[in-house]
């Protein structure tokens, strides 16, 4: 067991939360994320709209990850994060019912695109406050066991909830599906209240007087240190690197959005996406974790890139059957496993341990959203240009730009590997 060294870690919370009640937890996160990225784009795909139409949806929704920066640090303030994430749980699983409450979400694309983008606000921030909660109520030694809890939730429930909306609909209908997600949400966040969650006086405001003023100077000090951290050679490439795309799997947004040009089922799509997809993904985070303290991480994501545009190659090379789209998937999904996990990786070795650790966490993990969401803007629209120039079927088109991109972005990648290696230069005495 792997144990801190004296006097630098700290003390246990005196009633630390179970490691299996994270397994639940991120079910608010992974029903929005699986809605936005499994059903969404099979339904709108199954009315006609084109796949411009669907990437550009999932992009601009998508975004409220990348901008999450914006807010997450308030979070830091005081010892509220549980009521934070139930909050936030709560008001997902509203939004997901008044989505469904709208008669046709999809004939008014502008307010659905709206109320999608405030969905993926809400869970993500939830996801956030559970973030701090594994880190602030839980033992030292059961650090391991919560990461693999939470790391089955995270992606487990994404690919199985988004599967849950894509069946229900289809035995059902889209309302049914939205408001089975929301109750799914509610039942999974009802877990967190077991947890009891250390009241520490914040020092910022205790000294600060007041939590307007502590506000201020919490801010100011994390900016100086994500200052710190952006102008340093690691952190700046870091930061080029998160923005670059690498191990973006875009294609996890768009692959339901493409599957009646396979010929493939609603079940089938559930299974692929859901079931096998879920479990490839876990599967594959886990070997890239192994991968990721066996070689370095920035050279493991790299690798963990090339093999998903290897795999969106392989898949645009063959034959349109609904035996290609099952493989193609799961394949594609368990590579973006690996490049997820070596990631994370790369990403815990340049935050460190400082006054801003979990806002450095999240501006980086802000850029890699950020990169998504381009990315998955950007493979809609090739896949169409390359339809309409060269007469290639759109979701081969869409599969060859997102190896375009990715082999791209593991260029930048290597060539800020280069800047990192370069000797620092010696100041001469003068």
Not at 47 to 63: M, P, Q
Not at 102 to 127: E, I, K, S
Not at 285 to 292: C, E, K, N
Request: glycine share 10%.
């Amino acid at each position: 067991m792997t144990t801190p060294p004296a006097g630098t870690a700290p003390a246990d919370p005196a009633k630390p939360t179970p490691p299996w009640i994270f397994l639940f937890l991120d079910f608010p996160f992974g029903a929005a994320v699986g809605y936005l990225s499994l059903g969404v784009p099979f339904w709108m795909e199954r009315r006609g709209f084109s796949i411009e139409a669907i990437a550009t949806v999932a992009a601009g929704a998508n975004l409220a990850h990348a901008f999450k920066l914006l807010w997450i640090p308030v979070l830091d303030l005081g010892a509220y994060r549980k009521v934070w994430y139930l909050a936030m749980a709560a008001l997902t699983a509203a939004l997901l019912a008044v989505i469904s409450a709208l008669p046709d979400p999809l004939a008014n694309l502008p307010l659905f695109a709206a109320l999608l983008t405030a969905l993926q606000a809400a869970a993500t921030t939830g996801h956030a406050a559970n973030n701090a909660l594994m880190a602030t109520t839980t033992r030292f030694a059961d650090k391991g066991k919560v990461g693999g809890f939470a790391m089955a939730s995270n992606v487990g429930s994404t690919g199985l909830l988004g599967a849950v909306a894509i069946l229900v609909s289809d035995a059902v209908s889209p309302r049914a599906a939205g408001l089975t997600l929301a109750v799914l949400v509610l039942a999974g966040a009802a877990f967190a209240l077991r947890i009891v969650e250390p009241r520490l006086v914040d020092p910022a405001v205790k000294a600060a007087h007041g939590l307007a003023r502590a506000t201020v100077r919490h801010l100011g000090a994390m900016l100086r240190d994500l200052w710190s951290t952006v102008r340093s050679r690691e952190g700046f490439t870091g930061l080029v690197i998160c923005l670059a795309p690498v191990g973006c799997q875009a294609m996890s947004n768009l692959f339901t959005g493409i599957s009646e040009q396979y010929g493939a089922s609603a079940r089938l799509v559930g299974m692929a996406n859901g079931v096998g997809g879920g479990i490839a993904s876990a599967v594959g985070a886990l070997l890239g974790g192994v991968l990721a303290d066996r070689m370095s991480r920035r050279v493991a994501y790299a690798a963990s890139g090339g093999l998903t545009a290897l795999c969106a190659v392989a898949m645009a090379a063959a034959p349109m059957t609904e035996w290609t789209y099952a493989w193609g998937t799961f394949t594609y999904l368990f590579a973006g496993g690996i490049a997820f996990a070596t990631w994370a990786g790369m990403v815990l070795e340049m935050v460190g341990l400082s006054a801003a650790t979990a806002t450095k966490y999240a501006l980086f993990n802000a850029s890699a959203n950020l990169a998504i969401s381009y990315v998955t803007a950007a493979d809609g629209l090739g896949g169409a240009w390359l339809h309409r120039t060269l007469g290639i079927a759109e979701a081969r088109g869409v599969l060859l730009t997102d190896a375009a991109l990715t082999l791209g972005g593991i260029a930048v990648l290597l060539a800020m590997l280069l800047v990192t290696r370069r000797p620092a230069p010696v100041a001469r005495p003068s």
